[in-house]
């Protein structure tokens, strides 16, 4: 539902002193998604437009809701183990339309949807088994499986490869089933970092096992596949240093490096391919050793273990948690949440350099983690989270709680504006921003200021002040601009020459507040012609070192006319 417009309201950022707009990215709220009652877990988006979202009812886990390109719902599914409905974790989309949907079960009963169980018939338990299901377009249930061995198994993230297979990344206790490494302790519930390779048709292909720690057996295991098929796999295996194996498509270990990390990286929640050689991570950390000073952490590396950049995104009040990203262009824009659930964060970053381009905070007096951030399209942006709606988010829908996303929309606003002097000081400013602009605030060189369109302002004397026009949107999007501004005349005819000033500097003839182009030459007394310079900006000068002492003759002349002064030149 569309917001009702808010003026002047808009999330701060620190704008440049001179000479241009924001060059970068960032949003403002526009419109809120209330998909359910049940709180939303995943979602995932077709290029086509059409989304599923993977929702908790509590205690309903695994109830997907199907939702057309125009927004209408087409239908929802409940997928169970006989009785039992297990906890869902992601939904992913497949190339064909349909979709992934992981989580773990413990049925053993080997029903329909959840079979070939690995139970453990020593002990005579049912531990956790990764649960895979694959859906059409409508939720028709494709295939299911149930991966990994005898003893707990358990899911960190998922990601679909480019020809539609699947690889999952978690932690496995077992040494048999699935798991293709006999000599994990039989019973030592070690907790190893494990990812599995699953084909389109539910075949479990490869598995890969890092090295176990009491760091990497707690924390986020990831990867990535990159654009030659080959996967980059990431182990935090201690505080200050994460693992890093290459892999190639059918599982193979192609190398190994080791990459250094600020203090207390817990793992990395997002890992995306940027070019065809670098890896953009992307994790919660802290800033200072030991102060439980945690920040979102971004860190860019290459696929030989060469780190490029890193990038903590802090707030200096509470914590601030890394949520999501994507990547568009060469630029990465990445979500956010804050410890004390009062608002959630948009920042966008330049890539390979990591600089932040923005940060914007948006406030509510209750917002959730954020679950999932995607793109909509080159100016959309969906976030998926709980949002009270007050504050930045003043929805015209009454309610307590909109469960669903948050659509944000690109800023697109281009601040811009001309003016011209009209006598005594005075200048006339008109307005020339693009992107449908509503709100104007002047500055006038710290001298003064102005809400209206096109105003004018009247300076204390003649000379170049600094003007900004700060400009906001119906979105409540703002952009900034600030330029010179000469004040005097407008810069042609007799008047632009008498404007001109100039002044003998250690040999050089200096001169400002040119205001066209003009020509200087310099005569003797008698007539005879010395030099002769072209100036069009101020600042410019004449080098007087050749010249004796004496008085001398100074023209200048532009199209409309010629002044004569004198000067004299002493040693």
């Not at 201690?238 to 599982?251: I, M, Q, T």
């Not at 890193?310 to 948690?321: C, G, S, T, V």
Request: hydrophobic residues 40%.
């Amino acid at each position: 539902m569309k917001k009702s417009i808010l003026l002047l309201l808009f999330a701060s950022i620190g704008w440049p002193i001179l000479n241009a707009q924001i060059p970068f990215t960032r949003y403002a709220p526009t419109v809120e998604h209330h998909v359910g009652n049940g709180q939303l877990l995943d979602m995932a988006i077709h290029p086509d437009g059409s989304m599923a979202f993977l929702s908790l009812g509590d205690p309903i886990f695994g109830n997907v809701l199907f939702r057309e390109p125009d927004g209408t719902t087409m239908g929802s599914g409940l997928y169970k183990c006989g009785a039992d409905i297990p906890p869902v974790k992601q939904l992913l989309p497949h190339p064909d339309g349909g979709y992934y949907i992981v989580g773990i079960h413990q049925h053993f009963l080997n029903d329909t949807l959840c079979p070939n169980f690995h139970f453990d018939t020593l002990m005579q338990l049912a531990h956790p088994d990764i649960w895979v299901l694959r859906i059409d377009a409508a939720g028709e249930v494709l295939w299911s499986q149930s991966v990994g061995g005898s003893k707990p198994e358990g899911v960190d993230n998922a990601i679909v490869t480019q020809a539609g297979d699947l690889l999952v990344f978690g932690h496995t206790n077992s040494n048999d089933g699935d798991v293709s490494y006999p000599d994990n302790p039989p019973n030592g519930f070690f907790n190893a970092p494990w990812m599995v390779k699953i084909s389109a048709q539910g075949q479990v292909l490869w598995d890969f096992q890092a090295p176990w720690s009491l760091a990497s057996s707690n924390y986020f295991f990831n990867g990535v596949e990159m654009p030659d098929g080959n996967v980059m796999v990431f182990n935090v295996e201690d505080n200050e240093f994460v693992e890093l194996y290459r892999l190639s498509a059918n599982g193979e270990e192609l190398a190994h490096h080791t990459v250094p990390l600020p203090e207390n990286v817990q793992g990395f929640h997002t890992i995306l391919p940027y070019q065809n050689d670098k890896v953009l991570l992307g994790g919660t950390g802290e800033m200072v050793a030991g102060s439980f000073s945690r920040a979102a952490y971004l860190l860019l590396v290459d696929t030989t273990g060469v780190k490029l950049a890193e990038r903590f995104l802090k707030n200096n009040q509470q914590d601030h948690y890394f949520e999501s990203m994507f990547i568009q262009g060469d630029e990465a824009v990445v979500a956010g949440s804050y410890y004390d659930y009062d608002g959630m964060s948009l920042a966008s970053l330049e890539l390979p350099t990591l600089f932040q381009n923005s940060y914007q905070r948006f406030e509510s007096s209750n917002v959730p983690f954020v679950h999932r951030m995607l793109p909509l399209d080159e100016n959309r942006v969906a976030v998926m989270t709980d949002i009270q709606p007050d504050q930045d988010f003043q929805w015209t829908q009454s309610g307590i709680f909109y469960k669903g996303f948050v659509e944000f929309e690109r800023c697109n606003l281009g601040p811009s504006f001309s003016y011209q002097n009209s006598g005594a000081n005075t200048v006339q400013f008109t307005n020339t921003s693009t992107g449908g602009a509503i709100d104007f605030a002047w500055d006038f060189g710290g001298l003064g200021s102005s809400f209206s369109e096109n105003p004018s302002f009247t300076f204390p004397a003649m000379g170049e002040y600094t003007v900004c026009l700060n400009v906001v949107d119906e979105k409540i999007c703002g952009n900034k601009i600030c330029q010179q501004v000469t004040v005097g005349i407008n810069g042609t005819g007799e008047e632009a020459l008498a404007s001109i000033q100039w002044y003998l500097n250690d040999n050089q003839l200096i001169f400002s507040h040119l205001l066209s182009k003009t020509t200087a030459r310099v005569f003797a007394p008698d007539g005879r012609f010395i030099m002769e310079k072209n100036l069009s900006a101020s600042g410019e000068s004449i080098s007087l070192e050749r010249l004796g002492t004496g008085v001398f003759l100074l023209v200048l002349k532009n199209e409309n006319g010629s002044v004569t002064e004198r000067f004299a030149k002493f040693d």
